[in-house]
């Protein structure tokens, strides 16, 4: 009979498969524990969602936790692979630079032992579904160039949006209208970080079923100078001098309208389109956080 692992780590096909695999194994190695692990290299993100969608619906009889190695694009491929799956199938996160914004919302941990790691408990996490994509930390709209992972500071990326001549768009939040005007950019978070180390909701959840909304209007170059550091440090709500030029609240949906083709970034995933309906799926998942370090 075949042994399946217990322990599936998915990391990026481009990646240096001995930098990213040698600490792992030479980790388990240490541990002297008889679990059973092995690796999958995915092409894209949406490789990874149908290998680990087609692993659980192989194998429902299998406990397996599937340990997302790399970018929050290929984590969000993970997690979307695991919607709908039993609570035996879990995410992980593997991330010993510090760099993976799932892992960064939980301060404190080591997602670089693999030790802490098996020593870890699951717990449901929320997720933001757009159309029929899904995201794990943030969905954005006017960062195109950071949230894309591309290695843009913020404000090359906001500048990118400012020369843009199409920015309005009608957004509706669980169902209202909002008067946002025109707008520069919009930050829906379910997480408190977005890829490219944005802290663009420092106060939100994964797991209480709401999305921090953040929309900021098109302003004055030299006034936009003062919003970005805000923006980029997770200060923006407590400045009062910008309650005019922003856009503030917790939501459970959002639906955005455009009469042009726009592009909205989902944990890194471009998604185009002219319509766009997003509501979070609480307790979506379930994610295995590592133990605290005694």
């Known amino acids: 009979m075949i042994s399946l692992p217990r322990y599936l780590f998915i990391h990026d096909a481009d990646a240096d498969p001995s930098a990213l695999r040698d600490p792992i194994v030479r980790q388990w190695k240490e541990m002297d524990r008889g679990v059973d692990y092995d690796f999958y290299a995915a092409s894209c993100p949406e490789d990874a969602l149908r290998h680990v969608s087609l692993y659980c619906d192989l194998h429902p009889e299998l406990d397996t936790c599937f340990v997302a190695c790399g970018r929050d694009a290929l984590t969000a491929g993970v997690a979307a692979g695991l919607m709908g799956a039993d609570e035996g199938k879990t995410l992980a996160v593997y991330d010993p630079e510090g760099t993976n914004s799932l892992a960064r919302y939980y ?33 954005t709209f006017g960062l195109e160039d950071l949230t894309g992972e591309k290695g843009s500071g913020l404000l090359q990326s906001v500048s990118t949006s400012l020369r843009r001549s199409f920015r309005s768009v009608r957004i509706s939040a669980d169902g209202v209208p909002l008067d946002a005007g ?10 408190r970080y977005a890829p490219g180390g944005l802290l663009c909701a420092p106060s939100a959840s994964n797991d209480d079923g709401r999305m921090d909304l953040c929309i900021v209007r098109n302003m004055a170059p030299t006034r936009l100078m003062k919003v970005l550091p805000l923006l980029a440090g997770g200060g923006l709500a407590e400045e009062p001098s910008l309650a005019s030029d922003t856009v503030l609240r ?43 370090l005694d």
């Open 107 to 139: 301060e404190g941990r080591d997602f670089g032992s693999i030790p802490l790691l098996l020593a870890g408990s699951p717990s449901g996490i929320d997720m933001i579904r757009i159309n029929n994509s899904y995201a794990v930390n943030a969905c």
């Open 182 to 191: 025109s707008i520069l950019l919009f930050t829906l978070a379910n997480g």
């Open 250 to 292: 917790k939501i459970r949906s959002l639906t955005v309208e455009s009469t042009k083709d726009i592009t909205l970034m989902a944990d890194g995933i471009a998604l185009k389109g002219r319509e766009f309906s997003i509501r979070l799926v609480p307790s979506a998942i379930r994610m295995v956080i590592p133990a605290v």
